[in-house]
Every structure is written in C-alpha cells, then in structure tokens.
C-alpha cells in the first residue's frame, strides 16, 4: 500500500511538475523572452536586451525618457582598461566605472578570491560573529591607514560608511557627556551619499528637494573652488585659509555645544576636483580639535591609490579622526565599504553593556572580503600607488594641452583624477548658461565621447566639468588616447555654443 501511495505521489509530483513546467515556458516565451532563452541556452542579442531593459529596468540617476526614441547603452564585457557594449563598440574606461575598478577589469587573482572563499564561507554577517577574512582585512587595512586609526567598521558602500560615522558620531557624545553634540557641517556641492542621513550631509541642493525634508541639523560652509574664488584673494592659501575660517564660524553660530562632526573630502568630486593646499587642512583640524568636533575624511573616491597615495589623507597630511572608504577596496568586484576610526571612538563602547544598534547584513561579506585581500595584493605587487605618483604628472600636462581650445576654462585635480572645466569665455570664466549646459554635456557631449571611443563623466553639479579617473594600471600611453578624443569632441562642442 506504500509502495503504490508512492508512486501515486511521484505520478501526481510528476504531473504537476510537468504543467508547471509548460505554463513557465509558455509565459515565458510570449511575455518573457529573455528568460525563456537563458532557459534554452541561447545566446540573447543586444536587440532583446534593448527591448527588456525599456520595460523592465529602472536605472540609478538616469533620464528614462530619451530611451523612448534611442537604445540604451548596455555595457557587456569589460577588460584591463576597456569596455565593450552590446552593440560591439570597445570604449576606454576613463572613470574606472564609477571611481572603482583602480586594478583594471577582468582581473582573474580576483576572479579566483571569490570562488575559492565561496566554497570555503559563502555568508556569514558579522553580527556577533566574526569570520577569519574580516579579521584578516580588518588588521591589513589599519597597516596602510593613517596614523592613529585602529579599528574597522565595515559596511557594503561609501554611503552607508558615511550613515555609519555621523550614528557613531552621535552615541560616542551621548556616552561621553556631551549629548546636545549631533550637528554636521560639510561642504557646497560636496556628495555624501543618497540614504537619508548621507543625502542630509550632502551639498546639492537639486539632488535633496524631492526628498525633503531630510535630517535636520547639517550645514554647509564654502567648498574649495580656487577656479571661482573672489579677486580678493591673491593665492591659493589665502584663500583656503578664509575657507577653512568658515568652519569655525558655523561652529560658533551653532554653539560648539552642538556641531558633532565635520565632513570633508580630500579631492572634492561633484563640482568637479576641488583640491586644497595642506594649510587648509591643517586649519580645518586646528578648528576641529578646539571645538571637539570628529573630522570625517570621506575617500570613498580618494580612497587606495587615487591621489598618488594609499590614501588622500596621507597626501595632504589631513589627519582624520574617521575615514570613509569603499569603492576600489575590491576594485569594484565585490561591494564593500571600510570606515576606519581612532581608538578614542571606540572606547565607550567596549564597556559594560553598551552596543552599537547598527549594521549591515551584507557588510564584511566573506567573499568581498577575499577579494579585497586579493586586490590589496595587487597593488603591493604592481605597485599600483607608485604608478600614479611617477605618472600623475604627465597626465595633468597632457590634459593640460586642451587649454589651447577656447572652450577649456580650467584643468585642475590631482593623482588620477581630474575635472575640465568647460567655459564660454576663457578671459573672463564666464561659465555656460543652464540652457547651453543642457545643450551640449547632456545633448552633445556624453554621447559623443563614448561614440569617439570614450566612456567618461560630462556633469554640471556646479559648474560644467568632464571628470576623468581611468584605473590606475593606465599610463601615458592610455593618456595620449583620452587627450585625443577629447580634443576632438569638445572643438566640435565649441562650434554649438
């Protein structure tokens, strides 16, 4: 009686199976193309990747509606410093992504990280418990951090290391005596992330209005933007000295009593490439000590190599108390994201029965924290950092030919990353009108570049600028390149305005 139960069960199992199976492949077929090919084994084709894509995918930080007329630009394959698309065109990586992949794509030491680590641990959150390589990138990036940093609280990206910093921020005063102590100051136009809290310490204005009101309690003070600074000023370290006087000023507006943390990135990215001189930052850490305020390095861009250092603290001697870090810690196989603070933040809670109710189920991921490891090993090997201090000079000077193009108003940055700045009048900085702005970075320029062979960032939060970050294995060779390309895209820009 069981046996025929059984097979009565495997009939009926069978069965329904079956229908299943027919009803999937039926839906599929009519509704879901896409999934009845991978299904199938077939090869899908940029024409049914185009048609899936417009009525399916939502992406970050995009126009949808020019796709209603034109194909999406669908990135397939990607190696050392190319990327292919799935229409066949091969384009330079000149963003490394997204400020990410600084060891090149197609990297097969990281390939290999993360399935060797996904047969050995595949999860495991760190929630009460660690795993070996957590501990083991933990302890090898305090070994390349600033001095003074020692331990690691790891996140999945620069936005929520950011999230992380300002909680941290506020517990640490509430347990110290001073809990009135919240308040954030960051910098006009500097970008912190889009969480609620990050979008907050953000400073552009048309990325916040949609989502107000946000997190009370965050302010800004000038950026960096030598470029656009008053007449007033007769160099360079005067006026990052009147810039960083302004922390002091909204700190003192605000009651010190009450500002908690200050925000800052060595190289500001949106508004594109701000540097600073050191004076400005050590003015900036001369004010945060008087005032108890943690001064929060945010390298999620600057962070492992970008600047011509492992880190852009270290370049320009900043001294952090915390570091946000992300992005090209796994050269953007995996995501990860590393906030580094000094011990002095850590204390109170490593007693009694304090926690910290905050975390992240993907954070220190087993397998992003191989592949970080892995990646780190290739900078030691390659000597990824050098290479950008020997050859950062070459690419600024060879940027630096396009000044003779009237349309070039500024070439500024540092390391291997660079913004240029695009003017009406290079005489007098006149900057270009929203409506040419419109006109030829969205209309023109970020399609031409990729069509010439380009994959960049044409961008005006702030002025107009193109920023450049190619990985940081390129050379004068891959420099020589970009130069080209661009030159020739932006004289047929200058003939529009």
């Not at 970008?306 to 900043?318: K, L, W």
């Not at 990824?384 to 070459?394: C, E, G, H, K």
């Amino acid at each position: 009686m069981a046996i025929q139960e059984n097979n009565k069960t495997k009939s009926l199992r069978g069965l329904l199976s079956s229908k299943k199976k027919s009803h999937v492949s039926k839906a599929a077929t009519s509704e879901f193309p896409i999934v009845h090919a991978m299904a199938a084994g077939q090869e899908i084709g940029d024409k049914a990747l185009q048609k899936s894509a417009k009525k399916h995918l939502w992406m970050h930080f995009t126009r949808h509606s020019p796709y209603k007329k034109i194909d999406m630009t669908i990135i397939q394959k990607a190696d050392g410093h190319y990327l292919t698309d799935s229409k066949g065109r091969r384009v330079i990586d000149g963003l490394s992504g997204l400020f990410t992949v600084n060891a090149g794509h197609g990297r097969q030491e990281l390939a290999d990280a993360a399935a060797k680590q996904t047969m050995e641990l595949d999860f495991m959150p760190l929630w009460s418990y660690a795993h070996p390589r957590a501990v083991e990138l933990a302890e090898r990036l305090i070994s390349y951090a600033p001095k003074g940093m020692t331990r690691i609280f790891f996140t999945t990206g620069g936005g929520e290391a950011v999230e992380s910093a300002w909680k941290i921020a506020k517990q640490y005063f509430k347990m110290t005596g001073k809990p009135l102590k919240h308040k954030v100051i960051s910098r006009q136009t500097a970008y912190h992330g889009t969480s609620h809290g990050a979008l907050s310490i953000t400073g552009i204005a048309a990325f916040k209005q949609m989502f107000e009101p946000l997190v009370p309690s965050t302010f800004r003070i000038p950026n960096t933007n030598w470029y656009r600074a008053d007449s007033r000023f007769k160099t360079e370290d005067e006026f990052a000295l009147w810039a960083a006087n302004r922390l002091e000023e909204v700190i003192l507006f605000e009651g010190p009593d009450t500002v908690a943390a200050f925000f800052v990135e060595p190289i500001q990215n949106a508004g594109g490439c701000f540097t600073a001189p050191k004076s400005y930052f050590k003015r900036i850490r001369e004010i945060c000590d008087k005032y108890d305020v943690i001064l929060v390095a945010d390298e999620t861009i600057t962070g492992f190599g970008r600047t011509g250092e492992m880190f852009g603290s270290q370049r320009y001697e900043i001294n952090p108390d915390m570091m946000v870090t992300a992005k090209a810690i796994t050269s953007g196989v995996a995501p990860l994201g590393a906030l580094f603070i000094k011990e002095k933040y850590f204390t109170p809670f490593n007693e009694g029965t304090v926690t910290l109710a905050h975390g992240y189920t993907f954070a220190a991921h087993p397998v992003a924290c191989a592949v970080a490891l892995a990646n780190l090993d290739i900078y030691d090997k390659e000597r990824l950092v050098d290479n950008v201090r020997i050859n950062s000079p070459i690419f600024r000077k060879t940027l630096e030919k396009l000044k003779d193009l009237p349309i070039v108003g500024d070439v500024r940055g540092d390391g291997y990353f660079f913004a240029i700045e695009l003017v009406r009048n290079q005489e007098t900085k006149e900057s270009l009108t929203r409506e040419e702005s419109e006109k030829i970075l969205r209309g023109f320029l970020n399609g031409a570049l990729y069509e010439q062979g380009l994959y960049c960032r044409a961008d005006d939060r702030g002025d107009p600028v193109i920023q450049l970050a190619p990985p940081l294995t390129c050379g004068p060779k891959e420099f020589e390149e970009i130069e080209q390309i661009l030159r020739s895209v932006l004289i047929e820009a200058g003939k529009r305005l």
